[in-house]
């Protein structure tokens, strides 16, 4: 059973549904009570990281959430959710995230007319050791980016993939049972439905 944390970011359903698209078992999760006894956890959001972590917080969901990441519990990011993995985000002024993964959100440049936020499809170039969610995933495959914020991961042991918009960015991520992407696989046709049902299948 995947657990969907549900804090009031949006995007809820769609992600539910693309799971259930490809065969697995989903629920959605607005109690950390829910989280307990998790199997696989997954963390979407779309908005400001502040708004987001204060949500996460009065939902009482942070120290359950820590608490089975830490047990090795398979816990997948998606966009919002990746950047809240980070140490800090500069969204909105300087705002400390769940410090997981050492690195900053910052905002796109604006400058060679590079349009903010990133809105459409891009590639991800694989790096380092293949991760297991982008198994029979050809290496930079088109997703689809919705952000003005990117992730500047500071260890690259910690990156699993990378995009160029403007910059290079971090937009994918691995760290022992921590998967984590800035694209929204829910929408990134089979591609991103085969990312789901890899995570589904650890």
Known sequence: MISIIDYGSGNIRSVYNAFRHV????????????????????????????EAMKRLRDGGFIEPLLENIAKGVPFLGICLGLQLLLSRSFEFGKNACLDLVPGEVKRFPVSGGLKVPQIGWNTVKFTGEVCPIFKDVSDES???????????VKDSVFKAGETKYGICYTSAVWKDNIYAVQFHPERSQKKGLKI???FGEL
């Open 142 to 152: 088109y997703f689809y980016f919705v952000h003005s914020y990117y992730c500047d």
């Open 23 to 50: 065969g697995c078992d989903v629920k959605v999760c607005d109690s950390a009570k829910d989280l307990l006894n998790a199997r696989k956890i997954v963390l979407p959001g779309v908005g400001a990281s502040s």
């Open 196 to 198: 789901l049902k890899n």
